[in-house]
């Protein structure tokens, strides 16, 4: 672009910016981007939203890349502060989400125009933004979640009011105060990224019902999904899993036991994509078993030793909070397992189930592996499908024979199917294709990005502009 483009295009966006001051004043955004009232959040991201999509897409670019850097320079911070005040995974592993939502998620280049050519002339599909999002954020993965829903939902050229998780309040107003910063320093407008500073059920409440909030976006459990999607406005359900990861007696054992233990221990088990159970054919299930082992970071428990994890933290067929997404050994000491007392470098505690065993059906959310062993590779399948219970979430299979892998693909229709390789791959990391931290199985946008948060237009020119 000429320096008189950049000039002109200045020049427009300052007009229009003073047309919409003078409309209204009261929407005049101020502030760091935490309010008080929702009212006001909606406002400030409702005034801040078509100045957002004034600038050329250059300039939203350059907004992201800020974004972008920011989240890896305060990356370790983060991540401490996280841990420390959810008392939910590792830091090493938080690290490791913040660099990929950083890195990985899609900016503006997502919005792939389309165009239709032929006799009647052109017709051109663009991509455009709903207006306000509505986004509702886990405990989970606070920060992950707040870099990838801000980085995709404002490459969309929408701006975003958040009701994060109350038990993850002090990260989430410090990563959306530090945005708002960064995007105003950056050219954009304030307001592009809000908060209420006390979210509550309440809050939810008022931003489902907010007329002026466009799209609803909804991370986490079934509950919040189902609030959603009863709210009358278009909603994007990303909401629970039970990931089943079936080995079959063609794999290679050895890499799926490593693959296994390193997928469903990443953060503790908390990302909803992580191994929950795994469902093993019998002819292998024992290797399977010396191998986790011998990783040096599962221990395999005996009957009793699981019988003892499965009493402290499982009551009335619900999870334990105080052991959710946390470290092996908080687990072996409220277990009292004095075998595996001090064993500092434990990942996972791993042991073989009946099939109706809770935890192969409860999202369990830290670092206990059941294991429940099959007679083939069509019970597993079936048993597989059964588990998922129609989340439509993510799967994974360690095979190498093709008809297995597409019987299993086929029959569980789960939005991630991930072939010989840790369920993280299916994110993203350490495999091929963008990240999100938004897996929006139940409304069928799948991996999300910033077209996922765009409706689409079309523009039709009719018997010009076709060239050949
Ligand atoms: P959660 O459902 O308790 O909370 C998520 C958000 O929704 C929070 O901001 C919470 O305050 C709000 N909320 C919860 N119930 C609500 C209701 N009825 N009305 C209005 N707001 C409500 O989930 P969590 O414990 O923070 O996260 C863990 C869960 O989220 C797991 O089940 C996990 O599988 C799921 N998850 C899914 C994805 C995905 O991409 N599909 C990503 C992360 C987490």
Redesign the pocket.
């Known amino acids: 672009m000429s320096v008189k483009e950049f000039a002109l295009e200045d020049m427009v966006a300052s007009v229009i910016m003073e047309m919409m001051n003078k409309d209204d004043d009261s929407c005049q955004p101020t502030g760091d981007g935490i309010y008080e009232t929702i009212d006001e959040a909606v406002a400030k991201a409702k005034a801040a939203q078509p100045r957002l999509i004034s600038l050329s897409l250059e300039k939203r670019e350059a907004i992201l890349t800020a974004i972008r850097k920011i989240s890896l320079e305060k990356n370790e911070e983060w991540a401490k502060a996280t841990v420390a005040e959810t008392g939910l995974g590792r830091v090493e592993d938080k690290i490791a989400e913040n660099i990929l939502a950083a890195t990985k998620t899609p900016g503006t280049e997502d919005l792939d125009a389309k165009a239709l050519s032929g006799d009647a002339g052109l017709t051109l599909i663009e991509y455009a933004p709903f207006g306000v999002i509505g986004s ?6 606070a920060t992950g ?1 707040l870099i990838n829903n801000t980085i995709s939902m404002l490459a969309g050229g929408n701006t975003v009011v958040y ?4 038990s993850a309040l002090k990260i989430s107003t410090e990563v959306i105060r530090t945005f708002h910063k960064v995007i105003v320093e950056n050219g954009g407008p304030e307001g592009c990224v809000g908060m209420v500073a006390t ?1 509550t ?1 309440e809050t ?2 008022e931003i489902m019902a907010h007329p002026d909030i466009n799209v609803l976006v ?4 079934a ?2 999904v189902k ?1 959603v999607l009863s709210s009358g406005k278009k909603a994007i359900g ?4 039970n990931p089943p990861v079936l080995v079959d007696e063609t794999a290679c054992i050895r890499k799926a036991a490593e693959e296994i233990i390193a997928g469903h221990s990443i953060n503790n088990n908390i990302f ?1 994509i992580s191994e929950k159970e795994v469902i093993a054919v019998d002819e292998v299930a024992d290797n399977l078993l010396k191998f986790m082992e011998e990783t040096g970071k599962a221990a395999i428990l005996t009957p009793e030793e699981a019988q003892k994890v499965t009493e402290t933290v499982i009551h009335d067929n619900h999870v334990v909070k105080d052991y959710v997404g946390k470290n092996a050994s908080v687990i072996i000491e409220g277990a009292g397992l004095t075998r595996l007392a001090g064993k500092k470098d434990l990942r996972c505690l791993v042991f073989e189930a009946d099939c109706k065993h809770p935890m192969v059906w409860i ?1 369990q ?1 830290m670092p206990v592996l059941p294991m429940v062993r099959v007679k083939d590779v069509w019970e597993g399948i079936d048993l597989a499908v059964k588990v998922e219970q129609g989340n439509r ?1 993510t799967a994974m299979m360690h095979s190498t024979n093709v008809e297995h892998l597409t019987a299993l693909a086929r029959a569980i229709q789960t939005t991630i199917f991930v072939k010989n390789g840790p369920s993280y791959s299916g994110i993203g990391l350490n495999g091929e294709g963008h990240a999100t ?5 139940p409304t069928g946008e799948g991996i999300t990005s910033a077209k996922s948060f765009c409706r689409q237009r079309r523009c039709v020119l009719i018997d010009s502009f076709r060239i050949v």
């Open positions: 509702l954020t886990p405990v989970t993965n979640t009701n994060v998780h109350p979210p059920m939810a409440g909804a991370t986490g459990g509950g919040v609030a990303a909401g629970a899993g909803c999202e959310m979430h931290f938004t897996i929006a199985g």
